[in-house]
Nanobody, 127 residues
Framework: QLQLVESGGGLVQPGGSLRLSCAASGFTLAEYAIGWFRQAPGKEREGVSLMSRMDGNTLYADSVKGRFTISRDNAKNTVYLQMNSLKPADTAVYYC????????????????????WGQGTQVTVSS
């Protein structure tokens, strides 16, 4: 069964940190570009941290630049999102995604370019 499973979400105070993990099963994550998206209540899903398949090219939403870091461990078939200096505005359901099999150094910008999606993990930033 092909799937992505996120973990690591939860409740954190403003200024705190969380690390989200996304484990792939049934396929090889190294063959794909990856991304983390989020969706807050009443808002559209947005890409926050994206990475190409090759060369480690990344793209971050302006709202998270300097605070979030996307990474991958191909040996573990896992993607990570390190989130620091969290703000209440970061509260959302976070999804990992994979797409563009055998693509190169291009970061995939749009959600419809991603073929596999996790079920989402809730991140709540509140005091």
């Amino acid at each position: 069964q092909l799937q992505l499973v996120e973990s690591g979400g939860g409740l954190v105070q403003p200024g705190g940190s969380l690390r989200l993990s996304c484990a792939a099963s049934g396929f090889t994550l190294a063959e794909y570009a990856i991304g983390w998206f989020r969706q807050a209540p009443g808002k559209e899903r947005e890409g926050v941290s994206l990475m190409s398949r090759m060369d480690g090219n990344t793209l971050y939403a302006d709202s998270v630049k300097g605070r979030f870091t996307i990474s991958r461990d191909n040996a573990k078939n896992t993607v990570y999102l390190q989130m620091n200096s969290l703000k209440p505005a970061d509260t959302a359901v976070y999804y990992c995604a994979a797409g563009g099999r055998y693509g190169g150094s291009t970061v995939l910008l749009h959600a419809n370019q991603y073929h596999y999606w996790g079920q989402g993990t809730q991140v709540t930033v509140s005091s």
